[in-house]
Each structure stands twice: as C-alpha cells, then as structure tokens.
C-alpha cells in the first residue's frame, strides 16, 4: 500500500475516534464540546483534532513504511488507536535515564 494511502486510512481511523470522542461530550452536556463552559475554545480546540489527525497519519506512515501494515483497515485501526498507543509509549520511558521499563520480560 503506498505510503500516502497509509496516511489518508490512518487520518481516517482518527477522524473515527474523534467523532466518537465529540459524539459522547454532546451526549453528555447537550453541546459542542468548545462551547461549554468548561470547555476549550474552537481555536484549542481545532488544534487538539489536528494533533490527533497528524498523529494518526504519521504513525500509519511509519508502520506502512516498515511494511507492517496489511491493508487499509489495518491503516484505519492504527490511526484510531494511535494517541492511546503514543501515550502507553511515554509511560513507560523514563527520561531520567533515556530508557524503558522492562514490564517484567526477562532477557534470558
């Protein structure tokens, strides 16, 4: 599949979680999410979405590119989890000595 094909599924894939995401907020308080009150303004929250688009498209770039993508709903599902997959990343480095907690596998 070609890269940019991979980009194009895994924006698509975060537009999903997105419209999930802003589905639920309307459901809870009856409103856009940037017009209640304790809400983020339309510019925050724009630029929020478009980090989520861009991290869905750079990480289902990085797996196309690294052939570890199959096709297009593999694409698709890269770029709905990728913030959660991006933050399990970083909970698990350390940057006090650049290095990643084990999770308890052995190097045997």
Request: some cysteine.
């Amino acid at each position: 599949m070609p890269l940019w094909e991979c980009a194009r599924w895994g924006i698509f894939g975060a537009l999903a979680i997105e419209g999930a995401d802003t589905f639920g907020v309307i459901r809870r308080t009856g409103k856009l999410p940037w017009t209640a009150k304790q809400g983020p303004t339309a510019k925050v929250y724009s630029f929020s979405v478009a980090i989520r688009l861009g991290l869905g498209a750079v990480l289902a770039v990085v797996l196309g590119a690294s052939n570890q993508l199959t096709g297009p709903l593999a694409a698709f599902t890269v770029g709905l989890a990728a913030p959660v997959f991006i933050e399990r990343i970083f909970q698990r480095f350390n940057p006090s000595d650049n290095s990643f907690e084990d999770g308890g596998a052995t190097n045997e």
